[in-house]
Structure formats: C-alpha cells, structure tokens
C-alpha cells in the first residue's frame, strides 16, 4: 500500500521538476594574479565562489551582473571551455569535463552553441560567412551528418543562413568586415544553429549594437528559440534584455549567486539589497528630471 | 590567388617591388645561359674600359672583368643566400614558435629562454665564426643568417600565435568544437601568415646585406665565386682612380633589399580580404558609415529643423552652431546641423552610430579628427571658432568649452599621475605653480567623490576603477570652471550602479557651476535623466527637437518614434511587459544596417 | 618593480652562462679539427698532438669549458695561441676606439631619427612625411659598406677635407686627429642606424598620434603640438626603446664592416683578423663579450621599460 501510494508523488516530482538540461553545482574557479612582492605568495583572485543553476528543456535563464562579477568565467565554465577548480557542469546528466581534448566534448557541442558578444570579434576576418557557419559542421560530423556529406552541408547553411534572414546566395562568399553590426550578430547566431542544438549560450548578444538592430536581434533571437523549442542561457548586464527574453533570472555579484527565481519576482519584487540597488540604478524613460539622490564614492 | 596577385599589382610600391625581384631572379637565371662576357676571364688589355665602350655596357675593373657579367652573376649567389637563409629561419622559426605556443609547460619556457640567448648572436658573428672553422662558403653565410633570423622570426611568430589564440573568433572556434590542430591549421596559420611574410621578407634583405658585408671582409664564398659584396672589395683599393665601379655592385644591393622589403609589406596588405577588393582605401575614417550622406533630402525639407526652433529662447546664447557641415573627402558626415544653447541649459544629443553626434561635438571644441573638414559656424559668446588657429582653440577649451569622453581608461594618458592630469587645465589657464596645482587637484579630487583623495592623486589611471576614471574625467573637465561641457557618452562604458552614480555627479555640479551641458548619447534612458531638451540626429542631420517631455511624450518624426519603440522594447521596465506587447517596429524605421542596403532584411518569421 | 629586477637578473645571469656555453660549443663542438686549422694543412700527426696539448683539447670537453668559465669568471679571457698577447688586455685597449665609434653612431642617429621620425609621423599625409618614409626606406636598403665607400669617395677622395683611413697611431692623445678620423665613419654607421630608428619612431608616435589622452590633452587646452610634445613623446619612447635593444646588436656588427672600411685600429678590425689567422681562443672571448654586451643592454632596456610605464612595473614579469 504504501508503495503504490508514493508512486503518483514521484512521477508528480519528476513532472514539476524534470530532469535539468544543463546544470552547475558548487562553481569555483580561482586565478592566479602575478606576484608583487618578493617574499610573499603571489596573489589570487576568486572569480567564482560556488555557483549553483539549472536550465530546463526549451527553459531561458539570464545570467546578470556587472562587471567583475565572474560572468565570463562562468560562461567558459558552462561552455567546456575552461575547468573549474570545484563543483562540476552536468548536461543531461552527463559531466562537461572542462579543459580538456576538444574532441571528448564533442557530444556536448552538438547540442550547446555559443553566440558571442562581440560580432566582428568573434568572426575570423579571414574567413568566407560559408566557412564560418559550416565549421561547426565539419568539427562535429558525426556518423548521421556524415551521410549527407557536402551537399547536405552546403544545404544545412543556406537554411541556417536563411533562418538568421539572411540571402544565403548573397552572403556566402562574403567576408564579416563587409557586414554591419547586426548582420554580423545574426552571421554568428546562424553558426551557433548549424548543428541542431538544443541549448544556446548567448554572451551580452546585442550589447554592441545599436537600439534599433538590438530589437531585430533580440526578436531573432526570441523567435528562434521558440520556433526550434532551444533552451537559452543569456548572460548580459542590461536587466531589459533579459527581462525580454528569459523565465528565469540568476544575480551575479563577486562570484556568488546573489539571488535566483523566477524573472518576474525576482525584477519585481528582489529579495536581496543588491538586486534592489541594480534594478534602481537602471535609466528609466519616464521623463522625470533626475530624482536620484547622492551616492557615496563607493567606486 | 588571383585576387592576391591583382591587389599586388594594384598596390604601388608592391609592384615596385615585385619588379625589382622579378629582375633579380630574371638576372640569377639568364646568368646561367648567357652573359656578355665571360665574368672570371680577365683580360688586362681592356682594364677600365668605361661604361658603355667596347661593347661593356657598366666598363671593366682592373682586371679588365665585364662589370655586367659580374653583376648578373653576382644574383646567383645573391638569391641562393637569400633563399636557402629563409628556408632556415622560416623552419627554425616556426618550430621553435609551434614548441613554444603548444609544448608543455616547462618546453615552452626554455625554448622562450633559448630564443632569448641565441638572439643575441649577431648573424654577422656567427658566420664569421663558422667561417673560421669551416671556412667561409654559401652555407656558413646562409645558416648563419637563417639561424640567427630564425629566433627573431620565432619570438615575433610565438607573439602572434598568442595574440591570435586569445581572440574571440578562436573562442568561438573552440567552443564549435574545433581542436587544436585544427584551429592551428584553419584559424592561427591564416592569421598570423601575414607577420610570417614580412618577417620572412625581412630575412631576406638581411641574408642580402649580410652576405655583401661576409664577403667584403672576405668570409663570403671563396674565390671562383662571384658575389656583388667581393666586387666591392676588390675595387676599394682603386676607388680613387674609378669611383664609378663600386656604385653598380652597391646599387645592385640595395635595389634587391627595397625590393624584398616592398613585396614583403605589400605581400602583407594583399593577403588581408579587409584591404582588398573594392575596399582599398574606402574604409571610412572613425567608424562613420559610407551611407551617412547618402540619399540626403536637399536642405529646407520637411526632416529638417529649422534654426529658429531649435534656438533657446531669451537671453543671449553661449553656443550658436549654424549649418555646420562635416565632410571628408567628397564626403558628408554631418550635413548642415544648426542648434543653439543658453547659458545653464542642458541639451541631449541622441543618435545611432553614424548619426554625426560625436562628429558634432567634438566640432566645436576644434577636437575634429585629422582629415575631416568643418564648415558653417560655430559661436561661443558671439565669437566665431571656426578657422580659429590651434593656438586659440586651445586657449578655450578646458577653459570655457570643456569634455568628458567615452572611454574613462584611454582618456588618461597612462604615465602621469592623477593629480598632475586633474591640474593639467589649471596649469595651462591660470598659471598656478606646480604646488598650487597639487593642492587645487586634491580639492577637485574630494569633490568629485573620489576615495582617499590624498592617496589617489599619486596613483595612476590604470590602478583605478572605471567609474574613478570617469569622476577624474569630470574633475579634469570642471577645474576650471567651464562655461560649456560636452559629455561624450560619458556613462556607456560603466556598470549600471556606477552609470548612475556617474550622472548624479554631473548633474550636481553642472547645476552648482551653472555649466550648460551637451550630453552625447545613444541611450534614450539615460538622456531623459539629465537633459531638458534633446535633438535627435540621423545620418548626419538633426530630424528632432524640442523640449524632453514633449519629445518623449509625443515625437513628430517617425525615426524618432521607432527609435523610441526600440528603446521601450528593449528597456527594463519595474514591471514587466509581457513580450507580446513590445510595439513593432515602424516600416519606416531606419534600416538597422546602414551598411549595405541590398543586404537589409527584416527580422525572421 | 623590486619582484621584476630580481627576477630579471636571474634570467640575465641564465643567459649570460647559456651564452657561454654556446659560444664555447660553437668553436669546439662543430665537426671542424681546431688544431688542424691552426696547425695548417701541412702539418703532420705529432704537431697537431703537440698543438691539441698546448690547447688543452685533449681533455674532456667539460673540463675545458670548466677552465675556460673560471678564467672568463675571473677576468681572463685567454690569450692569443699565435703571440700570446692577453685577450682582456686587447679588447681593453681596442674598446677605446670602438666605444666612441659606436656610441657616437648611436647618438648621431638619434638626433637625427627622433625629430624626423616624429615629422614624419605629424606630416604622414603630405609630401614632407611621405617623403621622409621614403627616404628610410632607401636608407634601409642601403650596405652599410657601400655608404662608407661612397662617403669616402666623396669627401676623403674628392676633397680631401677627412682622412679616408686609418686612426691616428697616438690615438686619444691626439684628440683632434683622433676625431677627425671618426667623422666619416661615425656617420656611416648612423646613417642605416637611423634609418631603421626613423621607421620605428614615426610608427610609435603615429600610434600614439590615434590616442584618446591626446585628445584629452587637447581639450584640456593644449595645442596638437603641445600634447604631442607633453604626453605623446614619452609614450612613444616604450617601443623605440625597445627597438633601441635589438639594434645595439646591429650596431656592433656594422662596426666591424665598418672599422675594416675606414681601417680603424678597434675591436671589429681585431675579430676580423682572428679570425682570418683562425685565433680560436681570442675569437671565443671577443663572440663572448659582444654577446654579453647585447645581454646586458636587453637587461637594461627591460628595466628602462618599466622606469617608463608605470603599468609594467607592477606585474612583475
């Protein structure tokens, strides 16, 4: 009796909280800074000091902070990119081990894609948009896609390059320094497609461009990830991108997570005092003359 | 390769240069098979013919030897020198960079050592010393020159892989699951192949000058060999009869080392797809888009606003700019932009990149970057600042037109400290001793809220915070008490907190001073918490303007109401909309890429 | 700052040892017989013996170079294996010719690098700047020895206002002769010195030209030259004084070509003929000192770097 009684409360469980796509437990990551004296160890700077989060199926989550906060390690952490010095990154239960050979991640970059901050940056000038869009192709070829071989992949960046609205026919042979801003951004976010991911992590996406192309992107952005069902993890510093775009909200400040829920309670109604400070700091468009009252050099 | 070699030929002094080498290989090859005479056989009965007798086009030397002869076959050795030298460097060179960029740890740091020994044997020595064991001979010259080359090629290479590896295309590359070798292959190979080609071009004059200089002093290749260093040598002694012969041999040199080093810099400007093509040249200066200027209705129409609505009413204004036109070249950036301020007034200048806000600003201060041209005009206190000489737009600005710019860390020259950049101005307009200017700058430091004002005017820019840099920005502004601050975007570079804190600042001393404002920016937001008018500028025109709250409540152009749209849309709001309600942008909203029309797009489905 | 000259010295007295080992490699390991090159091809078995003896070559490698390091370390650098003289005391005295050749050069081709660099930095968009690049350029391509020649050809042989050759044999003693005989070869050396400086100059303040606290300078209430010369110069010199190190190398080496040249009794005149007569133990201290020099001045222009720029003292590397 008893076990049949606790069977519908598990699957009750498992149906509010499924299992994460990707998920951070305990995040510390630390560097070393060069020494400045002599005879005393050299000095460290801990950029992460355990960070927990967890992003669901088809689930947004923004990441928010400001500068120094520990938004970028983060990132590279999520990413596989960098090891972490404690805690680990699961993805669909599965460790992200970090650091190590690229190819041993391959099946974990088949489903999570990375869309940059900086558009031309992140583009290598020396590189036709067809290339740049095909390497996550080629990298991550697998015995399914290898079939299609390279008509499929030319066939996979026309429709990736069209998703972005792009004209793939005009576009393919052209270099990222002939595009504008925002061309750029959707150049990167149509490689981050290619292979059929099921998670995008975007970095400040649109931080770069101007308000107007801000919209189109974040748009794109929107659209896509509801139209393919992809999950999202958007890190930015600008609380209105994220309120756009994500479920769910996560405060970063000095490496600890500050605050963490749902986005609406958390800009609506912040529990922590920082949160409160962040949210009150942001420009408002109401046409009212500065009513912010003298703050203390603190910076 | 094709494009390569059409932006070659494009390229002036590339094509110099590819000539001059063309010729040097040409000479090396044609030696072989023919040459007017024989270059060893002597032949005393005609020593010293003149240029241009007997069929001896440069003369004879003293042994009645073909200077022509000579000289072509002088290439041969010339080019063997140089090549085989580069194949060294380029091996020693990008092994040791490859060791040093991928090794472990502890094999990249001594291989960095290593470098740092053996570049200081000097190519010259080595071969020397070779010489002197081996004797002298093509290859003690050549693996002399390439090996001592070659360090200098690994160090710059090592530089350069680094730099590339630390840039974001190779991040994202990383994070699309490239590995190493092939992001070495496909992404740090192509870029750093363009220093590779100097460098390696650089080897080449050096192997040049360096094997004339060895066989000169008589460690070059020994005797039946001819080379255009031992043709010197052997004339010195006779220089004062025939001073005529040592200038072929040197002219020979010295054309071969430009012409390496022309192909070798023009080699590098066509390898990069952003120089080539039809782009040669039409970058636009700044960042200013080419399309600024294009498509611009005539003056009078509807977009722009005529002077008298955007004069500040009453009293006499302190700043009257008059259909101020920016150009460079043929070129419009700023196209007949006419507004005016009164003293104490606060002014938003709102825009997208491209819109000539910043051009604006700067232009009246006399801050234009090189190249651009004002014309119009631009009063302060009824005096005209255009065509002014440097000597007396100096004297007005930081004195009564003052600046604070984007960038808080760039801003401040990185090698003075604080206090002394604070009292710059003072120092400059009031004459203050040094000891006057360090007690002024303590007093500035404290009142623009800066921490341990005793202890940060001894520190420099980069032991700051960014929102510190911005309060030294402002203090250096405001020192002298300036009539006009023109704040540049002033907050975009700064965290949320720090931004707000930065624009109560400027607030509050604006309004103690009694300083009128021209606050620069992109954000909407943020204008609309310190000006009481703003103007809208697009593509190089103001298209709005008027009294914030009017604006703000109820624009008149539809660029400025899309421009408003996308800034709600994408403003943080205390309580949020939900998506469905961010209104859609205006058909008529400026295209959000400016740069190429044909490729503008809207948004996805 | 402390952190960085400590750590620096060590890597300086590292590369110095290195330096040693690899000058002394370079002369004994390579697979050429010393002793027959000294010896001469006629001679036979039981001279080369006796010569490889007097050498030292026939102990062990290690303990050659073990002697050899002791010596150096106390000041000998050997003595010559044709007429015995001291290396030390040679180079000593030749110093005093290739000092003043040398430095003098370096001198003459800042003055003239550092003003036309900046000119040509200023004026990059008109006749004069492109002009002056031009020129380098030509200057670079240019043989050291060729200029000498020319230089000669025209002053010494044409007019007879200098002397073509030679030093004086009372050297300083006779100061005027002695500086008379430096002119032309002083600005030899300059000329494809300054050529190469003239390049790195007008490409650091072009750089610095495009800088944001230029600017700041400028709204402060300087003039474009006034904030060139007040903030734009001293961070111009970071890089020039970099390119400054490398050259000294360059430097001595065209002293060599250019003692031969104008036949001036100094150090490269000195290594020249060691090694024509195969000297290997003078040539092994002379590659020694030239190494070390060019050690010591990177040591020196690392931490000149930092007595500039405050930013690179503070990372201690």
């Not at chain 1, 991550?140 to 004209?167: C, F, N, P, Y």
């Amino acid at each position: 009796m008893n076990e049949t009684a606790s069977l519908p409360t598990a699957e009750t469980a498992t149906e509010t909280a499924p299992e994460p796509l990707l998920s951070a437990r305990g995040l510390r990551r630390t560097y070393r800074l060069p020494r400045r004296r002599l005879l005393r160890p050299a000095p460290v700077r801990q950029a992460l000091r355990g960070v927990d989060l967890e992003v669901r199926e088809g689930g947004s989550l923004g990441i928010v902070g400001e500068s120094g906060a520990g938004k970028s390690t983060l990132i590279r952490l999520l990413l596989g990119l960098d090891r972490a010095d404690a805690g680990q990154v699961l993805y669909r239960g599965r460790e992200v081990a970090g650091g190590g050979r690229p190819r041993d991640l391959a099946w974990f970059r088949r489903e999570v894609q990375f869309v940059p901050q900086d558009p031309l940056g992140s583009l290598d000038p020396r590189m036709r948009v067809r290339d740049i869009v095909a390497e996550p192709l080629e990298c991550l070829a697998d015995a399914s896609t290898a079939a299609d071989g390279k008509a499929g992949r030319d066939r996979r960046i026309d429709e990736v390059l069209h998703a972005v609205g792009l004209d793939a026919a005009d576009v393919r042979r052209r270099y990222p320094h002939e595009f504008s801003g925002g061309q750029r951004q959707r150049i990167a976010i149509a490689r981050a497609l290619a292979p059929r991911p099921r998670l995008l992590i975007a970095d400040e996406p649109v931080s770069a461009l101007d308000v107007s192309v801000r919209v189109q992107v974040l748009d794109l952005l929107r659209d896509l990830t509801a139209r393919l069902g992809l999950a999202l993890v958007l890190v930015s510093h600008d609380l209105g991108v994220v309120q756009l775009l994500c479920e769910e909200v996560l405060v970063l400040k000095d490496g600890r997570v500050e605050e963490q829920g749902p986005a609406e309670a958390v800009l609506r109604a912040p529990r922590s005092g920082y949160t409160r400070e962040l949210l009150a700091s942001v420009p408002s468009l109401a046409a009212d003359p500065v009513s912010a009252p003298r703050y203390g050099p603190t910076r | 390769m094709s494009g390569i070699l059409r932006a070659l030929l494009r390229h002036r002094s590339g094509l110099l240069g590819l000539v001059l080498v063309s010729v040097l290989v040409a000479a090396a090859a044609v030696s072989w098979v023919w040459t007017p005479y024989d270059p060893t056989t002597t032949d005393l009965k005609a020593r010293w013919v003149l240029p241009f007798r007997d069929g001896h086009v440069l003369g004879t030397d003293m042994l009645g030897r073909d200077q022509l002869s000579l000289l072509l076959v002088g290439a041969r050795e010339t080019l063997a020198v140089a090549l085989l030298a580069t194949a060294i460097a380029a091996a020693v060179g990008l092994l040791m960079a490859g060791a040093a960029a991928l090794a472990p740890r502890w094999i990249s740091a001594s291989v960095v050592q290593l470098v740092d020994v053996v570049i200081a044997f000097p190519a010259l020595l080595t071969a020397m010393v070779l010489a002197a064991v081996f004797g002298g001979s093509l290859w003690t010259a050549a693996s002399a020159v390439g090996i001592a080359s070659g360090v200098h090629v690994a160090r710059v290479t090592r530089l350069e892989i680094e730099r590339v590896r630390g840039t974001d295309y190779v991040l994202a590359a990383t994070a699309s699951g490239s590995g190493t070798w092939r992001t070495m292959r496909r992404h740090v190979l192509p870029n750093i192949a363009p220093t590779l080609i100097v460098q390696l071009s650089l080897v080449m004059a050096v192997a040049t000058l360096t094997e004339a200089s060895l066989s000169y002093l008589g460690y070059g290749s020994p005797s039946p060999a001819v080379s255009w260093g031992r043709m010197l040598h052997d004339q010195q002694p006779y220089i004062e009869a025939r001073p005529l012969l040592v200038v072929w041999p040197g002219i020979a040199v010295a054309l071969t080392v430009l012409g390496f080093n022309l192909l070798g810099d023009a080699l590098r400007d066509a390898t990069d797809p952003r120089l080539r093509g039809s782009g040669v040249g039409s970058a636009a200066p700044g960042g200013v888009p080419e399309s600024a200027a294009e498509g611009l209705p005539k003056h009078g129409s509807a977009a722009a606003v005529p002077v008298a609505a955007v004069a500040a009413p009453a009293s006499a204004p302190l700043l009257t700019v008059t259909d101020l036109t920016i150009r460079v070249g043929a070129r419009i950036l700023v196209d007949g932009v006419s507004l005016s301020l009164a003293a104490g007034e606060r002014l938003g200048l709102i825009g997208e990149s491209g819109s000539g806000k910043s051009l604006t600003s700067l232009a009246v201060p006399g801050l234009l970057p090189e190249g651009l041209t004002a014309s119009g005009s631009i009063r302060i206190d009824g005096v005209e600042l255009l065509g002014r000489p440097e000597r007396q737009l100096a004297g007005i600005r930081g004195e009564r037109v003052a600046m604070v710019f984007q960038e808080p860390l760039t801003a401040l020259d990185p090698l003075w400290r604080i206090g002394r950049q604070i009292a710059e101005p003072l120092r400059l307009h009031r004459g203050l001793t040094r000891r006057q200017a360090d007690e002024e700058a303590l007093r500035l430091a404290r009142r623009v809220g800066l921490p341990d004002p005793e202890h940060i005017v001894r520190a420099w820019p980069h032991q700051l915070s960014g929102g510190q840099r911005q309060r030294v920005g402002i203090a250096i502004a405001l020192a002298c008490r300036p009539a006009l601050l023109i704040a540049d975007e002033p907050t975009t570079a700064l965290d949320a907190t720090v931004q707000r804190e930065i624009l109560a600042l400027l607030d509050e001393l604006t309004r103690e001073q009694g300083t009128a404002l021209i606050f620069v920016t992109h954000d909407l937001a943020v204008v609309a918490s310190v000006a009481d008018r703003i103007a809208v500028m697009r593509r190089g025109r103001i298209v709005e303007h008027g009294p914030l709250g009017e604006v703000l409540a109820s624009p008149r152009e539809a660029y400025t109401r899309s421009l408003l749209a996308a800034a709600r849309a994408t403003s943080f709001t205390p309580s949020p909309a939900s998506p469905s309600a961010v209104p859609p942008i205006p058909p008529s909203a400026p295209s959000a890429e400016p740069f190429e029309p044909s490729l503008a797009t809207e948004a996805t489905t | 700052m402390t952190v960085f000259v400590v750590r620096r010295l060590v890597l300086l007295v590292v590369s110095l040892f290195a330096a040693s080992v690899l000058t002394f490699a370079l002369l004994r390991l390579l697979p050429g017989d010393a002793a027959a090159a000294i010896g001469g091809i006629t001679a036979d078995e039981a001279q080369l013996r006796a010569v490889r003896h007097e050498l030292g070559l026939d102990r062990p490698l290690v303990q050659q170079y073990a002697t050899w390091l002791a010596d150096v370390l106390s000041g000998d650098l050997g003595r010559s294996q044709l007429n015995g003289t001291s290396v030390t005391a040679e180079l000593g005295e030749k110093a005093r010719v290739t000092g003043p050749l040398v430095l003098g050069s370096l001198a003459l081709a800042l003055a003239g690098a550092v003003p036309l660099g900046v000119l040509a930095a200023l004026r990059h968009r008109s006749r004069v700047g492109t002009g002056i690049s031009a020129a380098s350029q030509i200057g670079i391509a240019l043989p050291t020895l060729w200029v000498g020649l020319l230089l000669v050809t025209v002053f010494a042989v044409q007019n007879r206002r200098l002397p073509a050759q030679g030093f004086p044999v009372e050297g300083w003693a006779e100061p005027g002769q002695a500086l008379r005989s430096l002119v032309l070869p002083w600005i030899t050396l300059a000329l494809s010195e300054g050529a190469v400086l003239l390049r790195f100059v007008r490409s650091a303040t072009l750089d610095v030209l495009g800088q944001d606290f230029l600017r700041t300078a400028r709204a402060n209430g300087r003039t474009r030259a006034g904030a060139l010369w007040r903030h734009g110069l001293r961070n111009a010199s970071g890089p020039v004084v970099s390119v400054l190190g490398i050259q000294v190398a360059a430097l001595l080496v065209g002293a060599v070509v250019v003692e031969k040249l104008f036949a001036l009794p100094g150090a490269g005149s000195m290594l020249v003929a060691d090694v024509g007569n195969r000297d290997l133990v003078k040539v092994q201290g002379e590659v020694l000192v030239v190494v070390a020099i060019v050690l010591a001045v990177g040591f020196a222009v690392d931490v000149g770097q930092r007595l500039i720029d405050p930013r690179l003292r503070e990372t201690g590397r």
